[in-house]
C-alpha cells in the first residue's frame, strides 16, 4: 500500500479538535503541539540536515518546484503515470509516488523561516512522540546514511521497488542486512516478508519504507550488532 498523508494524519496528530480547525482554515502553524528538535545526536539547529516534510492536499510536486526554482536541494520519490489531458489526449509525467512527502536538506531553522512563505506554507515537520512525554513532540530527521540508501531504493530503475506505508510490523526487529552486489551494492536494509516474499526494507520511522521484493539471499550479507 502506498502512502499516501492525508487530513487523516492530522486527526492522529492533533486530535479531533486540531482536525476540526485544520478543516475549516485555520493555519496548522496554529494547532500543532508543543515541539522541539530531538537532542540525541540530531543536527544543531543552524546545521543542514535531510527532514521529511508533509505536504499538505497533496502539494509534493507543487513543492518541489519551487524548492528546485529556490536551488533547495530535496528529494520526491517520482515514477511515470499516464495523465489525462484536456483534449482528451493522454501523455506520460513523472508524479510524485507519495502525494504528500517531500525530504528536503536544510537546517530546521531555515526551513522554519522557508515554510511561513507564502508559497511553503503547505509544508510541515513530521513530528513523533518524545519518550516518556507524550505532551511534546520530536521533529523528525533523516542521517544522511540512511537517506542515501532510501533515495538509492526509491531510483533505482527495477519493478522490484515498492514504497510503503510506515507500519508497527515494519518497525519490528528483523534481520539486518547489506546488499552485496549490483546497481545497488552497499544499501543496508533490514529483511521483512511483504505477501511471502522476502523484501530488503530500508525504513525511515514513521514516514515510509522503500523495499525490494524477491531479493535472492546469496546477494545479501548478514550485519551484527554493532555493524
Given at each position: ?142 542521517p544522511d546514511r540512511q537517506m542515501d540508501n532510501f533515495m538509492r531504493v526509491c531510483s ?72
Amino acid at each position: 500500500m502506498l502512502l499516501d498523508v492525508s487530513a487523516w494524519d492530522y486527526k492522529l496528530f492533533y486530535g479531533i479538535y486540531g482536525l476540526a480547525l485544520y478543516e475549516n482554515g485555520v493555519p496548522p502553524d496554529y494547532i500543532q503541539p508543543r515541539t522541539h528538535h530531538c537532542t540525541m545526536n540530531a543536527p544543531k539547529p543552524d546545521e543542514p540536515a535531510w527532514y521529511p516534510m508533509m505536504a499538505t492536499y497533496g502539494r509534493a510536486k507543487a513543492m518541489k518546484l519551487l524548492l528546485d526554482e529556490r536551488q533547495v536541494r530535496n528529494f520526491v520519490p517520482m515514477r511515470y503515470e499516464s495523465v489525462m489531458r484536456r483534449n482528451g489526449e493522454r501523455s506520460y509525467e513523472s508524479m510524485p509516488i507519495l502525494s504528500s512527502l517531500v525530504f528536503i536538506y536544510e537546517s530546521k531553522n531555515r526551513l522554519v523561516t522557508l515554510k511561513r512563505e507564502p508559497g511553503f506554507l503547505p509544508l510541515q515537520f513530521y513530528t513523533r512522540p518524545q519518550p516518556g512525554n507524550h505532551e511534546v513532540r520530536d521533529i523528525i530527521y533523516v542521517p544522511d546514511r540512511q537517506m542515501d540508501n532510501f533515495m538509492r531504493v526509491c531510483s533505482a530503475d527495477d519493478d522490484r521497488v515498492v514504497l510503503l506505508e510506515d507500519s508497527d510490523y515494519l518497525a519490528a526487529q528483523g534481520k539486518r542486512v547489506v546488499i552485496k552486489e549490483g546497481p545497488l551494492a552497499g544499501i543496508e536494509g533490514v529483511i521483512k516478508r511483504i505477501k511471502k516474499d522476502k523484501c530488503v526494507i530500508v525504513r525511515i520511522e514513521g514516514v515510509a519504507c522503500a523495499g525490494i521484493l524477491h531479493f535472492p539471499a546469496k546477494n545479501l550479507l548478514v550485519l551484527n550488532d554493532g555493524e
